[in-house]
């Protein structure tokens, strides 16, 4: 494969991942939006948090919720269908044998595909980036709007 290559390094193993189709690409984030899109949109009510840790535990519980096992065994052998594991050969082709009793292994190196290949909606400036700041403004704004109804209703009571 003598196209564009990015490579890393996955707990001491080199991987490389070759450019895939845009079409392709666009199928997987659409998939991804179908599912965490409608997840945080029906969550938007509640404040998810800002911590990263608070973000994480509740982007897992929605995909928990609403993931399907197929969807996500079709997209995560859609996003490694061009990477080559050094001294494996193409993950594509001996997938089974490059991950073998290495699940998590496997979802450092699907991570890093999604960062290769989404840069520009997860990454810095990027859309989601747009998104995150917007509902932190969203919650900010609730919150003052709450603080200020409970500092109205106190008023009112001592009146």
Do not use: P, W
């Not at 608070?54 to 269908?81: C, F, G, Y």
């Not at 990027?126 to 200020?148: P, R």
């Amino acid at each position: 494969m003598n196209q564009q290559a990015h490579t890393v390094m996955v707990d001491g193993v080199e991987y490389t991942f070759y450019r895939l189709s845009v079409r392709v690409l666009n199928k997987i984030l659409a998939r991804a939006v179908k599912v965490l899109g409608k997840s945080f949109i029906d969550n938007l009510d509640e404040d998810i948090g800002t911590n990263a840790g608070e973000l994480a535990i509740k982007t897992v519980q929605l995909l928990a919720d609403n993931l399907d096992e197929d969807m996500l065994d079709k997209t995560i052998v859609e996003i490694l269908s061009a990477t080559e594991c050094t001294g494996k050969g193409l993950v594509k082709e001996k997938f089974d044998i490059i991950f073998d009793r290495k699940i998590i292994h496997m979802y450092k190196v699907v991570a890093e595909a999604f960062k290769y290949y989404f840069d520009d909606f997860f990454g810095e400036g990027s859309m989601l980036q747009d998104l995150q700041e917007m509902a932190q403004k969203f919650y900010q704004k609730k919150n003052a709007d709450l603080e200020n109804k409970k500092e109205d209703q106190n008023e009112k009571n001592e009146s």
